[in-house]
């Protein structure tokens, strides 16, 4: 059995000093394998360590992710690119956005506002319209948002049109002989 060892170890047995170099390459195998196993204890520990920083990176990336679609579906409704009321829409692009798909950030940056042209003065003579002394056109204008459903009602419309130009209201109101 001694040869079987002394062969394993790559030691002569014919050596005067076999015994002693066997013992002492026993004792190498001993230290070698020890210090191997503290090194992969040490690896699995660091390996864990990368994997929780790995985690929190992602959980990280996720969140700034949500906030960053969240941010631009707010920003679409606050500028009338959707409708304050329109859920659905709202939903889909910050599911599309936060799960990174950048098309989806260009079509709503792309996306018309539905009360476009509210900022410039409305100019109609001859609608019939009360107030259309002096180019008002207001109730015209309250009639192509309600028609075009970018507002729910006459009202609302009016609302819209107040909103973007309060000297025109003002105005309109005068017309009808009522306080602006």
Request: proline share 2%; no cysteine; hydrophobic share 40%.
């Amino acid at each position: 059995m001694s040869k079987l060892i002394f062969a394993a170890l790559a030691i002569s047995a014919a050596a005067e000093n076999a015994e002693a170099e066997a013992v002492k390459a026993i004792e190498k195998l001993k230290s070698d394998n020890e210090t191997v196993t503290a090194r992969a204890a040490e690896l699995e520990r660091v390996n864990g360590e990368l994997k929780q920083q790995v985690d929190a990176a992602a959980a990280e990336a996720k969140k700034t992710r949500k906030e960053r679609a969240e941010t631009l579906v707010k920003a679409a409704v606050a500028d009338g690119r959707i409708a304050p009321k329109d859920e659905e829409r709202q939903t889909k692009f910050r599911d599309k956005i936060e799960a990174g798909d950048s098309f989806a950030e260009e079509i709503l940056a792309g996306l018309p506002k539905l009360h476009e042209g509210l900022d410039k003065p409305v100019i109609l003579a001859g609608q019939g319209d009360r107030g259309t002394q002096g180019g008002h056109g207001i109730e015209t204008k309250a009639r192509e948002l309600v028609t075009a459903k970018q507002a729910e009602s006459f009202d609302q419309a009016l609302e819209l049109i107040a909103a973007s130009d309060p000297a025109l209201y003002s105005d309109y109101l005068k017309s009808l002989g009522t306080a602006g």
